[in-house]
C-alpha cells in the first residue's frame, strides 16, 4: 500500500485517525516481502493512492517477476502512457485492473477530481493494441463502484466496455471503512468465518502486514496494536498468528471481524457475490499468447 497527498480528497477523511501518517513505503519492507512470498505466488500491486505514482513502482514488479511470482496491477489508468505499458507487459504483469467510475467523460471528471476520462479511455486501448501486438496473456478488467447514479444505466455501462476491455466488474457502493454497502449486488448469506483472511496478507506501507483487506483499510482508522510488521517478524510467523487469532473468538481480530461486512464477499453465485458482479466479454483462452 502505497500512501500518497492524494487521501485529502477521500470522503473518509473525516474519521481518520490524528496520528496516522501519510509515507511511501520503505524500500526494504517491499522487498522483504517479495522475498518471503510462497514460491510462484500471484501478487496484486495496489494502493491508497495511485500505485504508479511511487518512484519503486517499476522496480518493485520487476523485481517480483525476478523472484518468479506473477505480478498484476491495480491503477486508475492516468499514467499508462505507451512507454509504461509496454514495459509492464514485458515484465510480466498478468492482469490490469483499471478503476474507472461509469461510461461518461462529465460523470467520471466531475467524480474523480484532477483527472481526465477521455485519456484513461485512450491508454485502456493503446494497452489492448501493445497486448495484442506482443502476444501477452494479460487481462484488461475494469473496476466500477456501483454507485446510487450509475445505477440505472448499468447495461449502458456493460455495452460500452464489451468491445473495449476483456471483463468488467461492477463494485457495491460502501458506507464506511468496514464495508457497510449502500446495497448489496446479491443477498448475503450469514457468515460464521471470513475466508478471505486465508486469500494472502498485505503490506502496509508502514511494514505492518494486514491479514484481509478490511483490516488494511481499518488500520488507517483505529489503533490496532496487534498487526505484526514484516520488519520484526518473519512472513510465515505472521500469517500463521493470524489464522490463530481466526480460529479464536475472542482474539482481537475475530473482535474486528464482529463489525466488517466483507465476510459474505466470499459465497459466489453465477458471477456475483455480495460486493461484486462481473461481466466477462473475452475468455481468457482466446487473449492471444
Not at 145 to 164: C, G, H
Request: net charge neutral; hydrophobic share 40%; charged share 20%.
Amino acid at each position: 500500500m502505497f500512501h500518497s497527498e492524494d487521501h485529502q480528497s477521500y470522503q473518509f477523511l473525516k474519521w481518520r485517525r490524528s496520528d496516522w501518517k501519510r509515507q511511501e513505503i520503505p524500500t526494504k519492507f517491499g522487498i522483504s516481502f517479495i522475498e518471503q512470498l510462497l514460491p510462484k505466488s500471484r501478487i496484486l500491486f495496489s494502493a491508497a493512492g495511485e500505485f504508479l505514482m511511487s518512484p519503486m513502482a517499476i522496480d518493485y514488479i520487476e523485481y517480483a517477476g525476478r523472484c518468479g511470482h506473477t505480478p498484476m496491477l491495480l491503477t486508475n489508468g492516468l499514467l499508462l502512457t505507451s512507454d509504461i505499458s509496454a514495459r509492464l507487459l514485458d515484465l510480466g504483469v498478468s492482469t490490469f485492473i483499471i478503476s474507472i467510475d461509469g461510461w461518461q467523460k462529465d460523470f467520471y471528471d466531475n467524480l474523480r477530481l484532477r483527472s481526465d476520462f477521455q485519456t484513461v479511455i485512450n491508454n485502456v486501448a493503446q494497452l489492448r493494441r501493445l497486448r495484442d501486438q506482443k502476444s501477452k496473456a494479460a487481462i484488461i478488467n475494469i473496476n466500477s463502484i456501483l454507485l446510487a447514479q450509475l445505477e440505472p444505466y448499468k447495461e449502458e455501462i456493460v455495452s460500452f466496455w464489451t468491445d473495449k476491455v476483456d471483463q468488467l466488474s461492477f463494485l457495491a457502493e460502501r458506507l464506511d471503512y468496514c464495508g457497510a454497502p449502500r446495497k448489496t449486488i446479491i443477498e448475503p448469506p450469514p457468515v460464521k468465518l471470513c475466508f478471505a483472511l486465508l486469500e494472502g496478507p498485505l503490506l502496509l506501507s508502514n511494514g505492518l502486514v494486514a491479514p484481509c483487506c478490511s483490516t488494511a483499510i481499518g488500520e488507517w482508522f483505529e489503533p490496532m496494536p496487534w498487526l505484526l510488521s514484516v520488519e520484526h517478524v518473519p512472513l510465515t510467523e505472521i500469517v500463521r498468528s493470524y489464522r490463530e487469532m481466526m480460529l479464536n473468538d475472542d482474539s482481537p481480530l475475530r473482535l474486528y471481524c464482529r463489525k466488517c461486512h466483507f465476510g459474505t464477499n466470499s459465497y459466489w453465485q453465477n458471477g456475483k457475490s455480495s460486493f461484486c458482479e462481473i461481466h466477462q466479454f473475452v475468455s481468457t483462452s482466446k487473449i492471444n499468447r
